[in-house]
């Protein structure tokens, strides 16, 4: 059996944030979740969180019926926060201990490190880094083989040189890192109880210790500051843009295009600069994403064109519509095959039937517009009386002319025909003309004011 151990139990303090270090986002998700997710991948029979900092909200975060949460109530070091949690181990389980904070571990890593545990007794992750600073050196003999981790607090300047670090994920038999865990001691710079000391206890007891030597950055990357997490951020989303460019989505640039979730796309997609993607989107064959779009959890069928500067959330488009420039659909919100939305039209829990237009600066709420119809520029649906809201139903091929405002509840039956700059609160029925303004009245021989002499 395959048990991991999360530690999660840190405050983070260089993030400088009230929010525990695990919680942030990385692409919309809280760190904590791409660790879980790693473990899964990685064949996790069970899943241990080690919890502390802000513990409800963390345990909140991570519930789910393969996880269980210990808590750690003080930190007293990473090999303490194991200890939380071994006890609740199956003595024979094979334990793979990852830290909360490193989220793009590889999950082909982390099964190269339990391989390598289930062999040889015990087995950790090693990576060569540029800039080493920070990390705990893994220090080798003169032939190569494991000696110790040495945090880099307790280093010495040799050692400071060494750029072989220790990531953090460490595997072995959970009854022998207990007993390693039990003999270590808070004898060194941070009086904390280190994890890696396990590893120097093994090698004293005859056990080799294999060392995995990491081949992607990723593996190695954490999370101890604002500057990291961008960084990390802006590595994740050239993965995924690599990704949708790999299954043939036309990417206009990978450095401006964030997917905050998940996002689906079919054959000839293609995505203009600086789009933004949240929740669950899916994009069909041959859609096309303008530039400077917000879309989110939205499904948009095949060859819809949604132009530049469009914000939807929570809407389903059909093939063939087009979107935009300057729309904004809401949640609720169905557009039917071949329908027109334009500039600056905000449409909330509606359905725009097939074909139909609302081309031009309209508001449309809690309403239905039948097939073919035209709402003309301006046009406003008074949904809400301060208390209530109520449906505006529109039947096929009506004409709402421009500026006007229908006040719910109302329908005008298809056919219908509303004369501009009317204020309709009244149904219309399918064959009647609905004109609601003050008529023209052409005064004759009108006398322009004039200006009066100023006698000040
Ligand atoms: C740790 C390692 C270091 C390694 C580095 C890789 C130790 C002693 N050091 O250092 O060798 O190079 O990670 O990133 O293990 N945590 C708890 N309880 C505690 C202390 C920590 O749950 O009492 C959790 C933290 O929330 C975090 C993780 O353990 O998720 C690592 O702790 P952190 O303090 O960031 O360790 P580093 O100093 O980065
Ligand atoms: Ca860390």
Known sequence: MLEVIILAAGQGSRMQ????????????????HYTLDAARAAGADRIHVVIGCGADAVEAAVQAPDVQCHLQAQQK??????????????????????????????????????????????????????????????????????LAVVEHKDASLAQHQLREINTGVLAGKANRLN?????????????????????ALAKADGIAVAVVVSDSALDTLGV??????????????????????TSGVLVADRTRLDIRGSLHCGRD???????????????????????????????????????????????IIKSGAEIGPYARLRPGTEIGEQA???????????????????????????????????????TITCNYDGANKYRTELGEGVFIGSNSTLVAPLSVASGGFVAAGS????????????????????????QRPTKTEDKS
Request: aromatic residues 6%.
């Open 17 to 32: 944030s009230r929010l525990p270090k695990v919680l942030h986002q990385l692409s919309g998700r809280p760190l904590v």
């Open 77 to 146: 070091g990473t090999g303490h926060a194991v200890q939380q949690a071994i006890g609740a181990c199956h003595p024979d389980s094979i334990l793979l201990v990852l830290f909360g904070d490193v989220p793009l571990v590889s999950d082909t890593t982390l099964r190269a490190v339990v391989a390598a545990a289930a062999e040889g007794g015990i087995a950790m992750l090693s990576a060569e880094v540029e800039d080493p600073s920070g990390y705990g050196r893994v220090v080798r003999d003169d032939q190569g083989d494991f």
């Open 179 to 199: 007993d390693w865990l039990s003999r270590i001691q808070n004898n060194n710079a941070q009086s904390e109880y280190y994890l890696p000391d396990v590893l």
């Open 224 to 245: 101890n500051t604002p500057q990291q997490l961008e960084y990390l951020e802006r590595q994740h989303q050239q993965v995924l843009a690599e990704r949708l460019m």
């Open 269 to 315: 997609v293609s995505i203009d600069i600086n789009v933004l993607f949240e929740g669950q989107v899916i994009l069909a064959d041959e859609v096309t994403i303008g530039a400077h779009c917000v879309i989110r959890n939205a499904t948009i069928e095949a060859g819809v064109q949604v132009r530049p500067f469009t914000h939807i959330d929570g809407a």
């Open 340 to 378: 027109k939305v334009g500039n600056f039209v905000e449409i909330k829990n509606v359905s725009l039937g097939t074909g139909a237009k609302a081309n031009h600066l309209t508001y449309l709420g809690d309403a239905t517009v039948g097939a073919w119809s035209n709402v003309g520029a301006g």
């Open 423 to 446: 204020t309709i609160t009244d149904d219309v029925s399918g064959d009647q003309l609905a004109v609601a303004r003050g008529r023209q009245r052409n005064v004759e021989g009108w």
